[in-house]
C-alpha cells in the first residue's frame, strides 16, 4: 500500500475508534477494527503507529477511558457495570487503568462532575444589559441641563435612574 492510502486507513481506523458506540465498545480490538476496515490486524497497528504516533491498542483504551468518562457523568451506573461493559471483568483493574489515564479514580470522576454540576447550577443566570444599553440609546439627546417638562429633573438623571431601577429589579435589589 502507498503511504497515502496507509494513512487513509489509519485515519478510516481512529474515526471507527472514535465514533465507536457503546455496544460496539465491548468487543473492539485491534482485531475487530482491522476487519471493519478491511486490512490485517499486524499491518493496521503498524500503519497507525506510524500515522497516529501511539499504538492502536492504546488508542482503543484510550476511547474506552473516554466513554467511561461520559458514562460516570451521565449515568448513575455502578463502576462494575461500566467497566463490564467496555470489556473489563476486572473492575479494580479497570480502575486502576481509568486512574491511569484521567489522573483520578472513577468515584472521583463522578463526584467533581456533579461537584461542577451543582456549581453550575448556583450561579445566576447570565444577565442581559441589552434593555437598559436601548433605553440609553434611545433616550433623547440633550444638554446635561436639560429637564423633564413634567417634574423639573434632568434628563440624565432620569435614565440614570431608570437604568438603576431595571439592575436592581434583575437582582432583587
Known amino acids: 500500500m502507498t503511504d497515502k492510502s496507509n494513512k487513509k486507513a489509519s485515519r478510516k481506523a481512529a474515526a471507527l475508534i472514535d465514533n465507536c458506540s457503546l455496544e460496539d465498545m465491548k468487543r473492539i480490538n485491534a482485531t ?53 461493559l467496555l470489556d473489563y471483568t476486572n473492575p479494580g483493574y ?12 472513577p468515584k472521583r470522576c463522578r463526584e467533581q462532575y456533579h461537584a461542577r454540576q451543582e456549581e453550575q447550577s448556583k450561579k445566576p443566570a447570565a444577565v442581559s444589559v441589552e434593555p437598559a444599553v436601548s433605553a ?9 441641563d436639560s429637564t423633564d417638562s413634567e417634574n423639573g429633573k434632568p434628563l440624565l438623571e432620569i435614565i440614570k435612574n431608570r437604568i438603576i431601577k431595571h439592575f436592581k429589579g434583575l437582582f432583587g435589589g
Open 32 to 84: 475487530w477494527v482491522a476487519q471493519k476496515i478491511g486490512v490485517h490486524p499486524s499491518y493496521l497497528s503498524r500503519i497507525f503507529k506510524e500515522d497516529q504516533d501511539c499504538h492502536l491498542k492504546d488508542y482503543i483504551e484510550r476511547a474506552k477511558m473516554n466513554k467511561a468518562q461520559e458514562l460516570l457523568e451521565t449515568t448513575d451506573w455502578t463502576v462494575k457495570k461500566i467497566a463490564t
Open 94 to 105: 479497570f480502575s486502576s487503568k481509568f486512574h491511569q489515564h484521567k489522573g483520578m479514580s
Open 136 to 144: 440609553a440609546r434611545t433616550a433623547p439627546t440633550a444638554p446635561a
